[in-house]
């Protein structure tokens, strides 16, 4: 099994110190709001990162130590517009190893909640939200990519070793979308230290999770495996189909 440790060690080592300051969430929120305001505008609706309770408290979400995303939807009834709420506490851009491509991924996959389609979860209240494994799939195959080309690069783009790279070549022939699909997978190093955090088992490109389901689960609170997810956001950056660890057709 090839497990890219030594690749993995010498890019932990490299971003161990990299978080993610104020200064650099404001860059990615306004190139977000670039990229997707107009088209929601369009479609009567709205983005707004992390929207302050009040305009005395700016920073207020950023100013929350926990390490947590999430999204929330709020359609009017009077003026029908639908609001996209993303949000992101300090807390997460801090975290060991984070980076801004690492925050926009994050991003994308709570934008996938509003508009990244079906399947959606079992409603809870009167909001429609896609599944957690929609959300990674539109977040690599959909979102970061339309940001990566107006997001500026933090360092020279490679892919992690040469089975991600290979990955990419056999896809893409294009420059411009084979660095794209490069630092895709750059980006998820950056996932597989989050993912580390959410079970007791590491994750790996060469190493799908070989489950099947037969129903896709719309539980509220269910998410796949943390390899399931990394399988996700891989078929995303390739544009593969959505995988059977958590999807049934």
Not at 234 to 241: F, N, Q, V
Request: charged residues 25%; glycine residues 6%.
């Amino acid at each position: 099994m090839f497990k890219l440790l030594a690749l993995f060690f010498l890019c932990f080592a490299f971003s161990a110190q990299a978080q993610v300051t104020l200064a650099e969430f404001q860059i990615i929120k306004a190139v977000f709001e670039a990229e997707f305001g107009p088209e929601l505008k369009a479609q009567n609706a709205r983005l707004n990162i992390n929207r302050p309770p009040t305009p005395a408290t700016p920073n207020f979400w950023w100013d929350l130590e926990a390490a947590h995303a999430s999204y929330s939807g709020y359609k009017d009834p009077q003026t029908g517009i639908q609001d996209h709420n993303l949000y992101l506490f300090g807390g997460y851009g801090k975290m060991v190893g984070m980076t801004m491509d690492g925050v926009a991924m994050t991003l994308c996959h709570e934008l996938g909640h509003g508009i990244g389609g079906a399947p959606y979860k079992n409603k809870t209240d009167n909001i429609q939200a896609s599944t957690e494994g929609q959300s990674d799939y539109y977040a690599a195959r959909y979102c970061i990519k339309r940001i990566f080309k107006r997001l500026p690069e933090e360092v020279p783009v490679k892919a992690p070793d040469t089975y991600t790279a290979k990955l990419c070549e056999a896809k893409f022939k294009k420059s411009e979308d084979l660095k794209l699909c490069y630092r895709g997978f750059q980006e998820l190093e950056v996932e597989r230290i989050f993912l580390r955090t959410q079970g007791p088992n590491d994750t790996y490109y060469d190493t799908p999770d070989k489950t099947v389901v037969k129903k896709t689960d719309l539980s509220p609170t269910f998410y796949p495996s943390p390899q399931c997810r990394l399988d996700t956001m891989m078929a995303g950056l390739l544009e593969k189909e959505r995988p059977r660890c958590w999807f049934a057709p």
